[in-house]
């Protein structure tokens, strides 16, 4: 077992080579693009560590899973630990009922001044105080260093599981082309608005266009995201521009005098249930399927993975195919 | 039973296909509530979703695709036309949207968009209000088949305004009727039916329900409920108590 091979250096295969190298083993990792950029899905995410938050929608493992993925995170990168908040327009405060009802490990707060002073006019919201995020590209960056500190570092080669001998990771996200795997589309924004100083996550609910905002350093937010059905790789949509920026026009006014920085669309990969997979082949191990859970679920995933191989230990997440 | 261009359906009960917390999920509601017909949107879903749509169509279901999203009758033919090629059916809810907040439909631009595409041979299933002057000039228009609202899409409303609708289905006793969007529970699918219509069709209701695959079996149940419940004539309601054993023989003083 002195012989893994990680193959894609996003945010799976980064925390792959990462869980291979706590348990002792010096894995070989290559992808095609080299270091993380913008050419991989990791680099448009949300960060949000939000397990309680993803329930309202997303699978039981998702829950129970995410909730390890803040301390994994703390070990590599910056991790705030300051809860995230959940509010909804006077118009769609059902909406927040309903969320509350699919949901645990929160709070229902009425004064928001405590807690983010410029929200205060919500008369209602939910507070998760455990919850956390992190700046993914900084995380992704942050990996790849502490990788390198240990002498694994991103070779630049496009190769398939096929051209390698012994065991393989193959984390190659919508290329590795899995049967069952599809991609559904995402768009996001990042805004440079320094007089707003929102210290958390806040998702607003909307029966149309949800929104997430999530606070950067310096003045930066990130707005996602949009999830389509849809394999389309191009550019931001204006319809989803439009839907974003009023949605967080209508969370804080302000918004509108921001800086537009950037626009980000990619695909993320999913599986029909939308839980990520570790699908084991012979001697290849298929990590995909993260969906928008990339930096939640991946720390899970790629323990399970590496406990497979190392101990023969199947988990929930490990499907032998 | 009435058909909808010719195919009759062994359930009436109609899904929309977005929404859902997952795919698989949406398959399982499917599957459980025996829907048989899935309505999937060109322009939010499926234009690129070559696997999305490969889902849908493992469903085995009848495919009726939408111009949800189109704000005129020109973008709405155009929708209906590409939908046409990708899903190969000649079917088409035909939406056309008046107001984005309500989402309620153009009458206007509905009729011009039924007119040209019945012309091109589409079987338009045109989504419109209960309003009856309109519905006939859809009938003329080509249209063999009439989605009324029961209220605005996503509202959950129910059946907003039962006596127009009740006076629709009166009127056009023939024509196939499907009461499309606003329903928020199955008693109002069962409404819905018990008056008279053929089908229901709803997605919020279901796809956004803490358990959709319960509440697509519940919305199953409910219509056919309903459509039993039309098809033995029910009583009316009366204004006096009426006892169902006879009394006379009884000690009554």
Known sequence: ?321 | MREFYGVSLANPLMLGTAQYPSPAILEDAFRQSGACVATVSLRREAGQGQAFWDIIRGLGVHALPNTAGCYSAREAITTAQMARELFETNWIKLEVIGHADTLQPDPFGLLAATEALAADGFEVFPYTTEDQVLAARLLDAGAKVLMPWGAPIGSGLGLNNRYGLKTLRAAFPDVPMVIDAGLGLPSHAADAMEMGFDAVLLNTAVAQAGDPVAMARAFAMAAQAGALAHAADPMAPRDMAAPSTPVVGKAWL
């Open chain 1, 1 to 321: 077992m002195t012989n893994v091979t990680v193959i894609g250096a996003g945010v799976a295969g980064l925390c792959a080579a990462y869980a291979l190298s706590q348990a002792g083993l010096t894995p070989r990792l290559v992808d095609r693009n080299g270091a993380p950029g913008s050419h991989g899905c990791s680099w448009w995410a949300g960060g949000m560590l939000a397990p309680f938050c993803e329930g309202a929608t997303a699978e039981p493992a998702i829950v129970t899973h995410g909730q390890k993925a803040a301390a994994f995170w703390a070990e590599i990168t910056e991790v705030h630990h300051r809860g995230s908040l959940v509010v909804a327009l006077e118009r769609d405060r059902g909406e927040l009922d309903r969320f509350a009802r699919r949901t645990s490990g929160y709070e229902p707060v009425s004064d928001l001044s405590a807690l983010e002073q410029e929200l205060a006019h919500h008369p209602r919201a939910l507070f998760f105080p455990s919850e956390a995020h992190l700046d993914p590209r900084r995380a992704l960056s942050d990996l790849v260093s502490l990788l390198a500190s240990r002498g694994i570092a991103i070779e630049c080669r496009a190769l398939t599981p096929g051209d390698i001998s012994g065991p393989v990771i193959d984390a190659r996200g919508m290329v590795a082309d899995l049967p069952g795997l599809r991609g559904v589309r995402g768009e996001m924004l990042v805004l440079h608005a320094p007089e707003i100083t929102l210290a958390r996550p806040v998702r607003l609910l909307h029966p149309r266009h949800p929104l997430y905002i999530v606070p950067r350093a310096d003045g930066l937010f990130m707005l996602g995201a949009t999830q389509l059905e849809s394999n389309d790789r191009r550019g931001v949509s204006a319809r989803a521009v439009l839907e974003l920026l009023s949605a967080a026009y209508a969370l804080d006014p302000r918004f509108a005098e921001a800086e537009l920085l950037e626009t980000g669309a990619d695909l993320r990969p999913a599986y029909a249930d939308n839980i990520p997979r570790v699908t084991v082949r012979g001697r290849v191990l298929h990590l995909n399927g993260l969906f928008r859970h990339g930096y939640l679920m991946a720390p899970a995933l790629a323990e399970q993975a590496v406990a497979y191989l190392t101990t023969g230990i199947k988990g929930d997440l490990v499907h032998e195919d």
